[in-house]
């Protein structure tokens, strides 16, 4: 499966931005596509995850109401709007994907196939 990233951008505090992710190659039916993200000096983060079938989605805690994921079949992307942008959302922004079903967070080191990032940098 291949991956791509992008919408990133430079936004005020408060504002939205709208990430998309491409998809593919393989057989998508059967995985889960999840954001994450990486500040500089962090560890990279789950920030939200949809399973390709059925739609079921995860958020992390700190973006739970304000990032919405949400995926077009046809089109084979998945995109997450992020609303209330605060300036610890500044990462780069990442999609991957796994044939793996997990009930909570998607831990990175579970993600089988990564995109390049697309950078997200909101001023304070």
């Known amino acids: 499966v291949q991956l791509q990233a992008y919408g990133g951008g430079l936004v005020q505090a408060g504002g939205s931005l709208r990430l998309s992710c491409s998809a593919s190659?393989?057989?998508?039916?059967?995985?889960?596509i999840g954001w994450f993200r990486q500040a500089p000096g962090e560890e990279r983060e789950f920030v939200s995850g949809i399973t390709w079938r059925a739609g079921r989605t995860n958020y992390a805690d700190s973006v739970r109401g304000r990032f919405t994921i949400s995926k077009y079949n046809s089109l084979n992307k998945v995109y997450l709007q992020m609303n209330s942008l605060k300036p610890e959302d500044t990462a780069i922004y990442y999609c991957?994907?796994?044939?793996?079903?997990?009930?909570?967070?998607?831990?990175?080191?579970?993600?089988?196939?990564w995109g390049k990032g697309t950078l997200v940098t909101v001023s304070s």
């Open positions: 991957a994907a796994t044939a793996r079903t997990y009930s909570g967070n998607y831990p990175p080191r579970g993600m089988d196939y």
């Open positions: 190659g393989g057989t998508l039916s059967n995985i889960a």
